[in-house]
């Protein structure tokens, strides 16, 4: 009885993991431009996200679970909070839409979805699922391979506008 017991599991687990759909490429290509690490600079704008002044921070970009999901971890590349992570992000394909999941320092959560780039402008927008209710637009706007513009917009106003550079060369396409 036990053998067949762990006959059963063992074919039912082969069988879920078999059965798991794997993102294909394409759908995907919106996340994959982003991986690397990218330096951004720019200008904050008094919010409820906090204080306004110059800005700079550095995103670190990569691929996790096994390609279907973008992991982002924007930290902190000046003044008193240097070093610090204050926002880990992740993006994937959920099958009709973008959908991207940023967790902000202080606590709140953010769902956002796009529905990919049209031209060279990508849009995410959503609201907390957590934390304060508030909006959130971001649009970001590719200017090449190694460069784009980042604006962010809490409930309709400017909170963040940033120029963010590629640290060394965009990866090579992988055929």
């Known amino acids: 009885m036990k053998t067949k017991l762990l006959l059963l599991m063992a074919v039912g687990a082969a069988g879920t993991a078999v059965a798991q759909p794997k993102p294909l490429p394409e759908q995907l290509s919106t996340e ?5 690490t990218w330096n951004c600079q720019g200008e904050a704008k008094q919010s409820s996200m906090g204080p306004g ?3 700079a921070d550095t995103l670190h970009c990569k691929m996790e679970l096994g390609g279907a999901w973008l992991q982002v971890h924007v930290v902190i590349a000046g003044g ?9 992000g992740f993006s994937t394909w959920d ?3 973008h959908v991207r999941y ?10 956002l979805s796009s529905t990919g780039w049209e031209g060279d402008k990508l849009v995410f927008a959503g609201e ?25 917009e809490i409930d309709g ?12 060369k965009a990866p090579a396409a992988k055929k």
Do not use: I, Y
């Open 32 to 36: 994959k431009w982003f991986v690397g």
């Open 53 to 55: 002044g110059k800005v």
């Open 80 to 88: 008193p909070m240097k070093g610090k992570e204050v926002v880990d």
């Open 95 to 97: 099958g009709t839409q």
């Open 102 to 111: 940023d967790f902000h320092m202080g606590g709140r959560l953010f769902r």
């Open 128 to 152: 907390t699922v957590s934390g304060d209710k508030m909006s959130m637009r971001h649009t970001m706007t590719r200017k090449g391979d190694n460069e784009f513009d980042s604006l962010f």
């Open 157 to 168: 106003a400017e909170a963040v506008h940033e120029t963010c550079k590629r640290a060394g």
